[in-house]
C-alpha cells in the first residue's frame, strides 16, 4: 500500500516506477544482481531486505520521508522529490497554517498506529514477547488488550488536542469517525479472535489485510478533502 506524504504543504507519493528504474539502471551500469542492491540498499538504510523488495513489488513504500532521503543519496539523486509523485495533484490551500500542522500531526500519529499494528502481526508478537517473561498464558490476553488500548488512547488524545484548530471542518469530523471505528475495530476483531492460533485462516483477515484497508480508506479522507 502506497503511504501518503505530507511535505510543503502537499501531498505525495512514492513513485515506485522511479525506484524500479533506479533499480535497473544500477544493474546494468554496475553488472550486478537485483538481490544485490537490494541487499546493499538495506545495509544503507538499515531496513531488511525483504522491505525493500515488497517496494519493488509495490506491495509497500516506504514509512517516512528520511528514507526517501537516504534512498535519493544511495542512488546519488539530489532532488529526493524525484522518488516522489502527486504535487501537482494534492495542495492544502484550502487550509490555515494552523489547521495544516494539525493535519500533520494527526497524519504521523496514525501512520505510527497502524505501523506498530503492522510490525506486531496484530499485537500476536507481543504474546510471544509476555510468555518470554513468564507471564501467565490467562494473563496475557488482559495484557494484550492494555497495550492496544494505550496505542488508540494515545491516537485519540492526539486527535483531541487538535481540536482547538480542526473544529468545525468536515475533514476533523471524518477523521474522528476513522479513529474512533475503523482503527478501533481493527486491534478489536485481532484481539477477539479466538484465539489468533485457533482463528480459522479462510475466516479472519489477515493483519496484512487489516492494515491494508485501514490504510487505504485513511488515504480515501485525504484524498477527499485535500485537492
Not at 7 to 13: A, F, K, L, V
Request: charged letters at 30%; a negative charge.
Amino acid at each position: 500500500m502506497n503511504k501518503t506524504y505530507i511535505i510543503d504543504e502537499s501531498i505525495y507519493h512514492f513513485d515506485y516506477d522511479t525506484f524500479n528504474n533506479l533499480f535497473r539502471s544500477k544493474k546494468i551500469n554496475e553488472k550486478i544482481t537485483f538481490e544485490k542492491i537490494e541487499l546493499e540498499l538495506s545495509k544503507e538504510l538499515n531496513i531488511s531486505k525483504e522491505a525493500i523488495h515488497n517496494w519493488r513489488l509495490k506491495n509497500h513504500s516506504p514509512e517516512n520521508k528520511e528514507i526517501i532521503i537516504k534512498i535519493a543519496n544511495y542512488f546519488n539523486i539530489k532532488d529526493y522529490k524525484l522518488l516522489l509523485k502527486g504535487k501537482e495533484e494534492k495542495n492544502m490551500s484550502n487550509l490555515n497554517n494552523n489547521q495544516i500542522n494539525s493535519l500533520k500531526i494527526i497524519n504521523d500519529y496514525i501512520i505510527e498506529y497502524l505501523d506498530y499494528f503492522y510490525k506486531t502481526d496484530g499485537y500476536n508478537d507481543l504474546w510471544h514477547i509476555f510468555a518470554n517473561r513468564g507471564i501467565k498464558s490467562e494473563c496475557i490476553e488482559e495484557k494484550l488488550w492494555e497495550v492496544a488500548e494505550e496505542k488508540i488512547d494515545k491516537l485519540i488524545l492526539c486527535y483531541d488536542k487538535q481540536k482547538i484548530f480542526l473544529k468545525n471542518t468536515k475533514i476533523y469530523e471524518d477523521l474522528g469517525v476513522y479513529i474512533y471505528n475503523d482503527l478501533y475495530d481493527i486491534f478489536n476483531g485481532k484481539l477477539s479472535y479466538a484465539y489468533r492460533f485457533e482463528a480459522i485462516p479462510n475466516g479472519n483477515p489477515t493483519t496484512q489485510e487489516d492494515y491494508e484497508k485501514a490504510l487505504k480508506k485513511y488515504n480515501c479522507i485525504i484524498d477527499k478533502y485535500i485537492n
